[in-house]
């Protein structure tokens, strides 16, 4: 049966660098700081931000030469000069591709040959990735076509590798004049459908080779509007907020235009650089944090010594938060949760606005979409609460396609029109949203379904636990078994006794048969979002064949 179309706003959408440019922002937000790097101190006014992207924007037409159809890719961490290049981007309407910073020189050079990209806009830390690149004979060509431009202010008549940079794009059309001039102001330059592609986001390739989900200007700002309407978070609009998901992944990218709608004022700071987190919120008196469940475990079992008062809510997402961080969080510090669902086909999908407690659940889905839930067996649509089963999605937010890979895209889509997440979920008798765990996490233990999922939460649950990974490792008999990795507090429990808590805590089948393994460090390797790199931990184990018997 085909999905019922949810519910659309189609009389306010507009295109996002008009929306964003335009009537949303009054004259008194123009001279007030909107955005300030937590790692330089770097600030800058919407109205400089506006007038920045502005002379980039006219430089890239120029300069650049760039037209409607062009793809503009941008590789460097979260920062002022970051965000000038995505505002110039929306005020042209061409669209831009982010690569994440983390990534080495082969994922370079996939993602540019996958979008075909006319313009580079690379920081100058990652420079050494591109010039490695360029060295093989695959990639030569981009000698000749790729317009590269370089992050960080250099006035040197010869910048790394001949090339330009933001600061002489910017300040080559700064001035008023005739070259100024001729160019034309309009927003957006190019007209363009509303169906256009703003952006192409590429998922986390977790599962194979990453797919680039375009998302357009009637997808985002149909997902913004209706977050926008959530009437728990308003009080909260204003306050300045700390964003450590990257603006180049498609969470911090949506959160900086509702930010930037809402007047809001905003700190950079990525999860690379989350050591400096209680300073930066100390120093800038952030009310606001917005970030993966990590940072908010980070805030919860780390804040002693530091005063993060002024903080009234958290935004958390890219993994289920564990009751005990929640706890924390809400009856020590006083600090409301707004728990949220997402992805990068479909942006935000829920968010629970019940600001008054500690969340058990996502909330219910925004109006922008309809949602079931699949029996991972029968695949028939589950109608009973707290059955679990794949999220199933539809809706005007939805991304447009993957891009230039249709087979891809039908995978993704099953024959009545739903979209098939990939997550799996519950739903309470109010229809709030509960979410499990990724069917690919899925740990198959002896005919058992084990969620990793569950079992981190129950170990954060511990005071002394202050972050954990769990992941399958291989078994003759019984196919797979759980292990955790973990970092805690030694002064407070030994391995030993973490292993006690959970053999008293868990189901039979929980059980870390493949044991808990310590990790000496302040932090588990993570990805650019802040979430634990699970896979780099399957690879530990990934040669690894237990053959215990158990009892």
Excluded at 3 to 25: A, H, N, R
Excluded at 237 to 262: C, Q
Excluded at 371 to 383: F, G, P, S, W
Excluded at 424 to 448: A, F, H, M, S
Aim: glycine residues 6%.
């Amino acid at each position: 049966m085909a999905p019922p179309f949810p519910e659309q706003d189609d009389e306010t959408i507009v295109p996002l660098g008009q929306y964003l440019f335009g009537d949303q922002i009054d004259d008194s937000f123009r001279d007030k700081i909107f955005l300030t790097e937590g790692k330089t101190g770097k600030q800058i006014t919407y109205g400089q931000l506006e007038q920045q992207a502005q002379s980039l924007a006219k430089s890239m037409l120029s300069l650049l030469g760039i037209e409607p159809d062009d793809i503009c890719a941008i590789m460097g961490d979260s920062s002022i000069q970051y965000v000038t290049i995505i505002s110039a981007c929306l005020l042209l309407n061409v669209p831009y591709t982010s690569i994440a910073a983390v990534f080495s020189s082969f994922y370079l050079g996939q993602q540019l040959d996958r979008t075909q990209a006319k313009c580079l806009f690379i920081a100058r830390y990652h420079y050494p990735k591109l010039e490695r690149l360029l060295q093989q004979k695959q990639y030569s060509h981009y000698k000749n076509r790729l317009k590269v431009v370089i992050f960080e202010n250099d006035q040197s008549d010869n910048p790394i590798g001949g090339y330009s940079t933001i600061e002489k794009l910017i300040t080559a059309f700064q001035d008023s004049g005739e070259n100024n001039n001729r160019i034309k102001t309009t927003v957006p330059y190019f007209s363009k459908s509303l169906d256009s592609t703003v952006t192409i986001v590429f998922t986390s390739g977790s599962t194979g080779i990453p797919k680039g989900a375009c998302h357009t200007h009637r997808t985002i700002l149909n997902n913004m509007i209706h977050l926008k309407r959530f009437e728990a978070m308003k009080p909260y609009h204003r306050l300045p907020t700390l964003l450590s998901y990257p603006v180049g992944h498609l969470s911090g990218n949506s959160l900086l235009f509702f930010l930037m709608a809402t007047q809001t004022p905003i700190i950079l700071l990525d999860y690379s650089q989350i050591d400096r987190l209680f300073e930066t919120i100390e120093k800038y008196h952030v009310g606001q944090v917005y970030g993966a469940s990590s940072v908010m475990n980070l805030l919860a079992k780390n804040h002693r010594g530091h005063d993060i008062s002024n903080i009234r809510l958290v935004m958390a997402g890219g993994s289920k938060l564990s009751s005990g961080t929640a706890d924390i969080l809400f009856h020590q510090l006083g600090i409301k949760i707004l728990d949220a669902y997402g992805s990068t086909e479909c942006i935000f999908i829920s968010a629970n606005d019940r600001l008054d407690r500690v969340p058990d659940n996502v909330g219910q889905v925004l109006g922008c979409y309809q949602m079931k839930l699949m029996d991972l067996v029968t695949k028939e649509t589950i109608t009973s609460p707290g059955k679990s089963g794949e999220i199933c999605l539809c809706g005007s937010s939805m991304f447009r396609e993957y891009y230039n890979n249709p087979e891809e895209m039908k995978r993704a889509f099953d024959d009545d029109g739903w979209f098939h997440t990939g997550d799996i979920g519950q739903l309470d008798l109010q229809g709030n949203l509960r979410i499990v765990d990724r069917i690919k996490e899925l740990i198959k233990y002896n005919g058992y379904s084990v969620f990793p999922a569950d079992i981190e939460c129950c170990l954060m649950n511990h005071p002394a636990v202050t972050a954990i990974v769990v992941v399958p490792v291989k078994h003759r008999k019984y196919n797979q078994v759980p292990r955790a990795y973990v970092i805690i507090n030694e002064d407070q429990i030994t391995i030993k006794e973490l292993e006690t808590y959970a053999n008293e805590n868990l189901g039979y089948h929980q059980r870390l048969r493949g044991g808990i393994i310590q990790i000496h460090d302040k932090q588990l390797e993570s990805t650019s979002m802040g979430k634990v790199d699970r896979q780099y931990y399957k690879r530990f184990c990934a040669d690894e064949c237990l053959d215990f018997i158990d009892d």
